[in-house]
């Protein structure tokens, strides 16, 4: 009997001292990584305690396969995987040349002389989309055509929406096909053909939409400077910060289309009221010239008496 009640006894002491152990060692990683593709990413931790200790082994799995094993020589490199440990507390794990089949969930076990701990980090593998093509290209039709080229290339899936003068949404006729890489990009190319009715009729733009942040990232300008075929200027590519931007471009194009009509109505105003103030003047002037004088011209006796 004395044997059935030592067992119990024996797991409870050993769970405490586990318990024990884990309390006053802890491993802290950055819960959520985000890295641009074919760059080295680092997964930094730190390992807090105030007691001495010895690393005894660690032991890193990727999506529940173990792409990590060391055991007492915790510096080198396994694969693109290489692992800095560049004081007792700090455990850096660096993936060289990061692909997006290295996203995922990444899991450490750290073993040592005075206990043990784990951590979960998250890694999320992005590209940013750039337009590696933009072009315009005339079709020969009875009425001069001619099509707007976009191309983009990036991570994760986006769309390529058209507008014109940055209001009017022209998406729905462009034609739009999405091939993907072998490294798992996606490339996206959009034509959107314009009739010759309506080739100078405005200025033509195409944006890169992120699907999962809900916002534009990249614009690009189709700018219209005369009438031979080709003949478009492409302003440089920029970069937008949220979602908003077509209505901040509508509300641009407002601004200004209103300091034009400002900039030629108010002249144009001044000029009437000039032309206005000189006629008036003239007219007066000439009044003055025909009033009869208020002391008649005297003859010559009249002016001998005199």
Known sequence: MGFYHTVPFL??????????ATQ????????????????????????NTDKTFNLSGLRIYKDGSTIFNGSTDFRGAQGRIKLLHPNPLDIIL?????????GGTY??????????SSAIVTL????????????????????????????????????IHWFINGTSNLTSRANTSTLKTPQGLFN?????????????????????????????????NFSRCGMPALDWVLSDASYVED???????????KKKKVLIATSVILPG???????????????????????PSETPMLSSDQRAEA
């Open 124 to 159: 999320k593998v992005i590209a940013r989309h750039h337009l590696s093509s933009v072009i315009a290209i005339p079709i020969t039709t009875r009425e001069r055509t001619e099509n707007l080229i976009c191309n983009t290339i990036g991570y994760p899936l986006a769309q």
């Open 94 to 102: 660096v993936i060289q040349k990061t692909q997006l089949s290295d």
């Open 24 to 47: 006053f060692l802890t491993l802290n990683c950055n819960a959520s990584v985000t890295e641009l593709f074919d760059r080295d990413t680092e997964l930094p931790c730190k390992i």
């Open 188 to 220: 996206i190319t959009s034509t959107l053909q314009i009739e010759g009715v309506n080739v100078s009729k405005g200025n033509y733009s195409c944006a890169v939409w992120n699907l999962e942040e809900n916002e534009y990232k990249l614009w690009q």
């Open 269 to 291: 105003g001044l000029l009437v009221i000039a032309i206005l103030a000189v006629l008036q003047f003239m007219r007066t002037r000439h009044s003055e010239v025909k009033k």
């Open 243 to 253: 979602a908003s931007y077509v209505e901040k471009r509508a509300e641009e194009e």
């Open 107 to 116: 899991q450490y076990n750290l073993e040592t002389t005075f206990g043990h």
């Open 11 to 20: 797991y409870v002491i050993l769970s405490t001292r586990v318990c024990l």
